[in-house]
């Protein structure tokens, strides 16, 4: 299993980006999903999860700009990111809890994607 994604860029403060990240794979279900990021200098940071049930949670820093979703039937998450500013830049990371169905049972991973940069001009 693998976590895609993409959708970071460079845009100015006050403008919207929108961030995908895919499950590929097979033989799994997804339940939590989250996106993470880290600024320079500082430590990873949750920005916002969204259960499989489709509770959401955000950082206090992006509430009434940010807006996570998912789409289950193309394992994917979503990050609709509005009103954009300076301090949002940084590396935004996926992240999924995935159970995993094998010929030997069943296993709850947890999986990380590769990073997307999403920088904001001032």
């Known amino acids: 299993v693998q976590l895609q994604a993409s959708g970071g860029g460079l845009v100015q403060a006050g403008g919207s980006l929108r961030l995908s990240c895919a499950a590929l794979?097979?033989?799994?279900?997804?339940?939590?999903m989250g996106w993470y990021r880290q600024a320079p200098g500082k430590q990873r940071e949750l920005v916002a999860a969204?259960?499989?049930?489709?509770?959401?949670n955000y950082a206090d820093s992006v509430k009434g700009r940010f807006t996570i979703s998912r789409d289950n039937a193309k394992n994917t998450v979503y990050l609709q990111m509005n009103s954009l500013k300076p301090e949002d830049t940084g590396v935004y990371y996926c992240?999924?809890?995935?159970?995993?169905?094998?010929?030997?049972?069943?296993?709850?991973?947890?999986?990380w994607g590769q990073g997307t940069l999403v920088t904001v001009s001032s």
């Open positions: 992240n999924a809890d995935l159970t995993r169905f094998t010929a030997c049972g069943s296993t709850r991973d947890n999986y």
């Open positions: 969204i259960t499989g049930g489709g509770t959401t």
């Open positions: 794979g097979r033989g799994f279900s997804i339940e939590d």
